[in-house]
């Protein structure tokens, strides 16, 4: 999967939300795009780092403090 494989994931995932909202007014839907695949990220990234939050924090390209923020904000340690 590429990067585009990703950005058409989500542009079809949204779209797919704004047909089923049937007319009504969409309301914080940067944070809510943005906690789902980020969170959906860490667990995946988690799972492929079997658990080790250097390596995970190393795949990512952030800081193992704010990698454990994150995991701690979504309740995933």
Known sequence: ???NDLAVCVRNTLNR???D???EKPS????MV???????MLETIMQHADGNQTLA???LGINRNTL???????QLL
């Not at 914080?28 to 944070?31: C, F, R, T």
């Not at 943005?34 to 959906?40: F, I, K, W």
């Open 1 to 3: 999967m590429s990067t």
């Open 17 to 19: 939300y704004f047909d």
């Open 21 to 23: 909202l049937e007319g």
């Open 28 to 31: 914080g839907v940067y944070d």
């Open 34 to 40: 943005v906690q789902n695949v980020e969170r959906s």
């Open 57 to 59: 924090a190393d795949m």
């Open 68 to 74: 454990r923020r994150k995991l701690t904000d979504y």
